[in-house]
């Protein structure tokens, strides 16, 4: 009798962080970072409540293992997200609290890469397949590692 073919899955998890921002960019004006970010330029900054999406896969062809019947232990993902996402940015002032923003514009857009670039460290290289950050329920960013536009 044959063995059974590998069985393949993406796995996705979600959680929930409050932080708030300022969209502020050292290398433009006042005027011209009111003119850009309006609103989200106030000097004492806004909140939002965010949702983090990743989408996990496993390297060699998104395999669920034989044995566990998982593609990645959910206890050491909560661990993973917990580590990379909760403890820097929940309820947190992206510019003043989290060093990475000091230089960055805390754009949800660059929340997403900071997200990913901790993750990628802590979880089995090649799992991470995407990241998805939801600023409000209008807007959403994905990243999914460093992708270039080709000229």
Not at 49 to 74: E, T
Request: hydrophobic share 40%; aromatic share 8%; charged share 25%.
């Amino acid at each position: 009798m044959a063995p059974p073919a590998a069985r393949l899955a993406r796995l996705s998890r979600t959680v929930s962080f409050s932080a708030c921002h300022r969209l502020h960019s050292k290398s433009l004006s006042d005027e011209e970072n009111l003119k850009l970010f309006g609103k989200c330029n106030n000097p004492n900054g806004h909140g939002h409540n965010y949702k983090a999406r990743l989408l996990i896969s496993l390297l060699f062809s998104l395999q669920i293992d034989p044995v566990s019947g998982m593609v990645i232990n959910l206890t050491d993902l909560k661990a993973y997200m917990q580590e990379a996402i909760m403890e820097p940015l929940d309820h947190k002032n992206l510019d003043k609290d989290v060093p990475y923003f000091a230089e960055v514009v805390s754009t949800t857009e660059n929340v997403a890469v900071f997200i990913w670039e901790n993750l990628k460290k802590l979880l089995p290289m090649g799992t991470l397949y995407k990241v998805k950050v939801y600023e409000t329920d209008q807007n959403t960013v994905v990243y999914k590692g460093e992708e270039t536009i080709s000229e």
